[in-house]
């Protein structure tokens, strides 16, 4: 298969123009909801949509109790589905827990946010990936910047931009611990970054990132471009986020810390195919290839 | 002389009520300007001030240019006075520019603004600190949370809450670009912290804090109480803030930088007296001891 967004491959960055739509069903699709064509359009242009105060509070403390007990459950799990912070045993995220997990999957199949993805997307839908994230006050971490869907073509094969992350918010998110930024905009620019991919190093990567990370000129070049968000918003809110859009967050030295919800739906016609690396594929928690209607599709 | 502020002394972190005024001078001085009862007001109840634009725009222009100048000259000055990131060559601040250099000097001199601190602070005034500051975009480091007066309490023997730090804005300070945070209301206490300064450590201190550190209780009072503020203002504006607010910044990953000239002034009847540790007392740089008129007061 053709690869349309290269990445790793060349030696010095190179941006290159999205070749895919960024709203995949045709207008009377689009027409029918539940998004508006006001959401629809600031999502087509931004790559990115805030819902606030999407889940009620009922909702938001059921999961958060949900995800204390999960966190509690696998404080001595060792397993790769259960990611540390880079210097210390505490767990930052713990991925694959719709799974095993009733809330969280009744959660990934909720029909007010599929009903919406499928709207944009344009077809059905599956989970690609999903896992639950804790960032602690005080000590948390910054995320540097990146495309989620430079990592998935890489790396798991991901072949269009036709995916869609979701973060429920469990926390009230302020600009001051360590909220997402994203660079509005910005996905309709691919950034094909330096540096070839080691073997097995998604364990690290996943603690720290040191591969498909853009570089400064081009971060300079979008923010110039489009400016930086912050995605401030209450406990319960839900923010939908196109796979390519430019983003990443600061540290969090605040006593406040910030837990969301993440997973990400990729349309059945964008399944995966072997890794653009030409490396094996990430693990199955990484990146869901259980799913394999791409064959029927082309 | 009596320690009123005793810190890294006790075994556990203990909250002191202050026990100095905020505004010094008698109603009447207060009055005369030329900050207005509304700006003072705010100061003595948040313990900051921020003066949106205090500097016009060829001003900020001419003291970046200067800072560059300055920057470029100190590149391989290794003496103590040039501070550099944790893990760079980068130079990070430089300190007692105004003693060298004339419009540095010329600033730290303005009556603009000494006459608001001399109001404030209801005395003569003398410069304590100085330097000027560059937080680097991509990969600008966190400053932890700490209070200005305890280490200058500790380790350079100042005795009283009787001092402002103002902090001249080069560059925008956004939300997302690391700016400062500060606890309003905070300068009313005294977080008492634990840990023994060990003899010379001022120099590791400078990039990286490791006494002096407010505990996690404290702060987390603190943030309930108060929350939090980030002083987000436009090039050019002026910061004031009282000696023994609690603030810190995040980090930046974002491409935009920040840099600004940082003084401190302190009262003529508050000079330095023997530091509370028992030590020795930091340089002169870290500390003006060349003004003696502390024994002229008692």
């Known amino acids: 298969m053709e690869d349309l967004y290269p990445s790793r491959v060349y030696d010095k960055p190179k941006i290159i123009k999205r070749k895919d739509p960024v709203l995949f069903s045709d207008p009377e699709k689009l027409n029918e909801g539940p998004l508006n064509q006001q959401q629809l359009h600031f999502y087509e242009k931004n790559g990115f949509l ?24 696998n404080k001595h799990n060792h397993s790769q589905e259960v990611i540390r912070e880079p ?7 713990i991925f694959d827990v719709h799974r095993k997990n009733e809330l969280f999957h009744r959660l990934s199949q909720d029909p007010r946010i599929t009903d919406r993805i499928e709207q944009i997307l344009g077809s059905k839908i599956y989970v690609h990936q999903f896992r639950i994230n804790y960032k602690p006050g005080f000590k948390g971490k910054e995320f540097y910047w990146h495309s989620d869907f430079e990592t998935w073509h890489v790396e798991d094969g991901m072949p269009r931009m036709r995916a869609i992350s979701c973060s429920i918010l469990l926390t009230d998110n302020h600009s001051y611990n360590g909220p997402l930024m994203l660079i509005p905009g910005s996905h309709r620019y691919f950034v094909s970054c330096v540096g070839k991919t080691p073997k097995d190093h998604f364990k690290a990567s996943l603690k720290k990132q040191e591969f498909g990370v853009p570089d400064n000129e081009s971060l300079s070049w979008m923010t110039e471009q489009f400016g930086i968000t912050t995605a401030t918003a209450p406990a ?23 837990s969301n919800v993440f997973f990400v739906y990729n349309s059945v016609e964008n399944t995966l195919v072997q890794p653009f690396s030409g490396q094996s594929p990430r693990p199955d928690f990484l990146a869901n290839r ?5 064959a029927m599709q082309s």
Chains 1, 2 share one sequence.
């Open 236 to 258: 319960g809110s839900l923010l939908l986020f196109e796979c390519n859009i430019m983003h990443g967050s600061n540290g969090n030295i605040t006593p406040l810390p910030r």
């Open 87 to 93: 210097n210390s045993d505490e767990i930052r995220s």
């Open 290 to 294: 259980r799913v394999q209607t791409h």
């Open 50 to 73: 805030l819902l606030d105060h999407f889940f009620s509070l009922d909702e938001v403390n059921e999961i958060k109790k949900e995800l204390d007990r999960v966190w509690d459950e």
